[in-house]
């Protein structure tokens, strides 16, 4: 492999690092004589305008987990994992119109807190316990681990010397340039980031898109690369119709129409709708209108996204096939090989990196790379403290806490749960594809969480205790699932009781269930009664302005007509 990096690359590297430690700083600074607040603190002090909550938005999504994560699932199946992105612009649309005027009505700061208003503190309680350990457990780790895995491959050998220098690098830049602003120094520095983001991908996807055709261009690429590979750009697949590289049915991974009809929204709602690292930007808006406008420009985003972390993995499938158009371990690159002789999908995107970017461009494209992992750091890290201090330590720990006391335990709570996903992240391995496997497990609890949420927003009827029965009861109704989709019954008595079916229609199956029984409780502990938490909605809470409806319907024709071309 080709590790020429350069001066110029350790030059542009470092003075990327110096921008966004400078702007983190500065944007924290405080006023002489004014304490900083829970609010300045964990939501910028509700100060934050439309175009700085797009780019957060996007700058929080794209981590290791799409840079490095999708582009391996473009490697492995194609054009198809660009469903998460696409389909998550009309997410954003839905959750812009119908999520965030209760959200703002509410006013609230964690998304564990509207439990609490809705439902009551124990489900609040729980959930955000569960919240925390998600975040720390699989979040942190993932980003924290796929992150080092790239910069290992792009900067050393690829034999995972670097892992753990990249890891405390990371997770040190991250603390010094988030830790003393919070939400104000992760939502500022994200507009610089989101910008070299897509800059240094934009970059990678073009100059492997021309090393295909050297007299041609992009356009001509991109015809070449759906000319060797036109089942790669399948995006509803059917069953047998494309076997990755290490030999699986890649429908079990997207599953024909249910992309488009079943479990997928419930990845979808689940994270844009709920996710506290995700929603607390738009929560920080000076008003309700500027986080809508904030949420379609995000949404426009979404739609070129697939171009800098989907497009770079079916590059490096086309690059590394043989002469029947398939990825084998004898025709790949060896550094695609891991020591078990498995070809390892996630190193798609630094192997182009590592081939293609000339010294000189590298250190941008590397500053983009960093880029997207940090901003996903920093905006975990805010909202594990955000809601440790807000949902814990507040009305348990501490019921008279002062402000200082507060943003005090945020810091502790951000460096803590670093620290612990810093030891737990070098342990993960042996992962076919981190974004899909990130997706799956997640999937155990997301569709227990939505139905709870739908219920709370929308059905006065809902009550607390069927609440807090779904919550309980949705982990072994997905684990029945799990069951049987990973054999785990195989040849016992108990085989015939399970069913295999892909895991994205598991999250649908568990969300109707879980659904029913909330339904069901709830009529029978209410006797049909509206709860007395019950949100009253009122039609003109939804009306949205002219640019978000223009900004929507745009959005929709495209994602139309890239459905009718693709499908």
Same mark, same amino acid.
């Given at each position: +492999? ?8 350790y ?6 690092? %110096?921008v966004?430690?400078? &702007? ?11 304490e900083?607040t829970?609010?300045?603190y964990?939501?910028?002090? @509700?100060?934050?305008?439309w ?7 996007i ?8 840079? &490095? ?11 198809g994992?660009?469903?998460?992105e696409?389909?998550?612009? %009309? ?18 700061y ?6 609490? @208003?809705?439902?009551?503190s124990?489900?609040?309680?729980i ?26 491959? %792009?900067?050393?050998?690829?034999d ?6 990249a890891?405390?690098g ?17 939502a500022?520095?994200d ?10 991908g934009?970059?990678?996807?073009i100059i ?10 992009i ?5 070449? %690369? ?5 089942e ?8 047998g ?10 429908w ?7 992309v ?11 994270y ?5 690292y ?14 809508q ?13 697939p ?21 084998t ?12 002789g ?13 081939t293609f &970017? ?9 500053a ?11 905006? +975990?890290?805010?909202?594990t ?13 501490n @019921?008279?806490?002062t ?27 042996? &992962?076919?594809?981190?974004?899909q ?16 949420f ?18 309980v ?8 699932f799990?069951?049987g989709?990973?054999?785990w ?15 994205m229609?598991? +999250?649908a199956?568990?969300?109707v269930?879980?659904l029913?029984i909330i ?7 209410g006797?049909g009664k509206?709860?007395e ?9 939804? @009306? ?8 929507a319907?745009?959005?929709?024709v ?6 009718a071309?693709f499908?």
């Open positions: +492999m080709n590790h020429d990096f350069g001066t110029w690359d030059l542009v590297f470092v003075l990327y690092g %110096i966004i430690v400078s &702007i983190g700083l500065w944007v924290s600074r405080k006023k002489k004589g004014v900083r829970a609010q300045d964990f939501l910028a002090g @509700k100060s934050l305008p175009w700085a909550i797009g780019a957060s938005l700058a929080a999504n794209i981590s290791a987990e799409q840079m &490095i994560g999708m582009s391996g699932s473009g490697f492995a199946i194609g054009l994992i660009a469903s998460y696409w389909m998550a612009a %009309i997410t954003l649309i839905i959750v812009g119109k119908f999520f965030l005027p209760i959200f703002f009505e509410k006013k609230i964690t998304i564990p807190e509207f439990l609490e @208003k809705r439902f009551g124990n489900l609040k309680s959930l955000a316990v569960f919240w925390i350990a998600l975040f720390v457990f699989v979040n942190l780790t993932s980003v924290l681990y796929l992150g080092a895995k790239a910069l290992d491959t %792009i900067l050393g050998v690829g995972g010397s670097l892992l753990i220098p890891i405390i990371l997770a040190l830049f991250t603390l010094v340039y988030s830790l003393r602003g919070g939400l104000s120094s992760v500022w520095t507009v610089v980031q989101v910008t070299i983001l897509v800059i240094g934009l970059i990678t996807a492997a898109l021309q090393s295909l055709v050297p007299d041609g261009g356009i001509a690429g991109l015809e070449y %690369i759906y000319d060797k590979v036109p790669k750009f399948s995006m509803i697949l059917q069953k119709e494309l076997i990755t590289p290490n030999g699986d049915d890649a079990f991974d997207l599953p024909g129409l249910s488009l009809l079943g479990g997928m929204w419930v990845a979808n709602l689940y844009w709708g709920f996710n506290q995700i929603i607390q930007r738009t929560f920080a808006a000076k008003s309700l209108r500027e986080s406008r904030g949420i379609i420009f995000a949404g426009f985003l979404k739609l070129i996204i171009l800098i972390v989907v497009v770079p993995g079916i590059i490096a499938f086309v690059l590394n096939a043989g002469p029947e158009g398939n990825v371990a004898a025709s790949v690159d060896p550094a695609f090989l891991k020591d078990s498995v070809i390892d999908n996630d190193r798609a995107y630094p192997w182009l990196i590592d &970017i000339p010294a000189g461009l590298k250190g941008l494209v590397l983009a790379l960093a880029a997207a992992i940090v901003s996903s750091l920093a905006s +975990m890290l805010n909202s403290a955000t809601i440790f201090t807000m949902d814990i330590y507040r009305p348990f720990i @019921k008279n806490a402000e200082r006391q507060n943003v005090a335990t945020g810091r502790i709570t951000a460096v803590v749960a670093l620290l612990i996903a810093c030891f737990i992240a070098p342990m993960l391995g042996n &992962i076919k594809q981190a974004f496997y990130i997706q799956e497990y997640t999937g155990i609890v997301s569709p227990g969480i939505l139905a709870i739908i219920l709370g927003l929308f059905w006065k009827k809902t009550t607390n205790h069927a609440a807090i029965w779904g919550a009861l949705s982990i072994p109704v997905a684990m029945y799990k069951v989709s990973n054999g019954a195989e040849g016992t008595a108990l085989e015939a009781l399970f069913v295999n079916v892909p895991w229609n598991q +999250m199956y568990t969300f269930i879980v029913g339904l069901l409780l709830s009529w029978i502990e006797k509206v709860d938490k019950g949100i009253k909605l009122k039609k003109k809470l939804f @009306k949205t302005g002219p640019v978000f409806n223009i900004g319907f745009v959005i929709f495209i994602l139309a007509v890239l459905y071309v499908w």
